[in-house]
């Protein structure tokens, strides 16, 4: 939905379309908006700068704050999962440094993020501005309760594990909806596409995953 200004020069070019080839293509992505958004984000500038030279490799990176940014399979293969359409409203649970934030922003009409760690929103924030989105709005606050004042959405994609699905998101899905998210305890957990059919879940198992434990009141707690 936006044209993001990559620098000229951009020194990533090379390693992000080899990404794109050998982590998405090759593993069975075949989303053409999911592979154009992910060739054309520069998802170095979403790390930590000790670690860029790691942004495009096949594992998650370091972001600060102790929070990581997902390999970049896992983001594509959530995204995909979603069929998400340039009329899309959605909500994201876990801004972290807004990679996939710029992800949604490219592919969908407007975007909602709500981010726990106000450093984090900020820092995403600003670049997300800097990148000129101007269809995305991040929000500091417990992600477990979602945005209401912004529902319903078609989509909601939750980058943090949480024990079961949090009511108050799956009450935020239009009718016809998909989420996306990490279910299961802390140390592993089970991607799950659901779907509100009739008011009900229908769920579809992925595949297994690991992700950082979503905090909040329909999440985990702090030890």
Same mark, same amino acid.
């Given at each position: 939905?936006?044209?993001? &200004? ?21 593993? $069975? ?5 999911v &592979?154009e ?10 790390v ?6 790691? @942004? !495009? ?22 995204? =995909? ?15 972290g440094?807004? !990679?996939?934030?710029? &992800? ?10 709500? =981010? ?10 600003a670049?997300?501005?800097r990148f000129? !989105? ?11 309760? $979602? ?13 943090? @594990? ?13 009718? $016809? $909806?998909?989420?996306? &998210? ?5 140390? !592993? ?21 690991? *992700? ?7 999440? *985990?707690?702090?030890?």
């Open positions: 939905m936006t044209a993001i &200004l990559v620098e000229s020069g951009d020194p990533f070019v090379v390693q992000r379309n080899k990404m794109v080839d050998s982590q998405l293509r090759e593993r $069975g992505i075949h989303d053409s908006r &592979l958004a992910m060739s054309k984000v520069p998802r170095h500038e979403f930590a700068g000790q670690f860029r030279s790691q @942004a !495009y490799e096949d594992h998650p990176v370091q972001i600060g704050e102790g929070q990581t940014i997902s390999q970049p399979y896992i983001v594509a293969r959530m995204l =995909e999962a979603l069929n998400l359409t340039s009329s899309d409203a959605v909500l994201e649970i876990g801004t440094s807004g !990679y996939q934030t710029a &992800l949604l922003g490219e592919i969908c009409q407007s975007v909602y993020s709500v =981010e726990r760690r106000a450093a984090l929103a900020q820092a995403a924030e670049l997300l501005a000129g !989105y101007v269809n995305v709005k991040i929000a500091v606050g417990d992600g477990t309760h $979602g945005m209401p004042e912004k529902a319903p959405f078609d989509a909601i994609v939750v980058s943090a @594990a949480t024990p079961k699905i949090p009511p108050s998101l799956f009450e935020q899905l239009r009718e $016809g $909806g998909r989420m996306i &998210l990490p279910v299961g305890p802390s140390q !592993y957990q089970e991607l799950q596409l659901v779907r509100k059919q009739n008011g009900l879940p229908e769920i579809t198992r992925l595949e297994s995953c690991r *992700f950082v434990p979503l905090i909040g009141s329909q999440g *985990f707690t702090l030890d």
